[in-house]
């Protein structure tokens, strides 16, 4: 059994983003030559930026706009790696784990 430090709590966001997490390290580990680790690439991109535009958020400054316009940037980033993700994870699992 895993345990969690002391005083650390799950949030939704490591709910949401560890899957993905296992998913950046387990189709890394595939040969070059498939769409493995180009999968892992762009899953560890959008789970980077997601984390980024998290942590932004929290830190934001009512008198400042500038942490609410680098989060939304980061979101967006985050969400241009699912498309390529959705396609070479697809192509991997269907292909190369098959």
């Known amino acids: 059994m895993v345990g969690l430090a ?17 998913m950046v390290g387990g189709l890394g580990a595939l040969p070059a030559d498939t ?11 959008f789970r980077s930026y997601t984390l980024a535009g998290f942590k932004l958020s929290k830190e934001e400054d009512p008198l400042d706009d500038k942490d609410d316009l680098l989060a939304i940037e980061s979101y967006h980033r985050a969400g241009s790696y699912i498309d390529e993700a959705g396609v070479k994870c697809t192509n991997s699992f269907m292909t190369t784990l098959d």
């Open 6 to 22: 002391e005083d650390y709590e799950w949030t939704t966001v490591n709910y949401i983003l560890a899957p993905v997490g296992y």
């Open 35 to 45: 769409d493995g680790p180009d999968c892992s690439l762009n899953a560890n991109n």
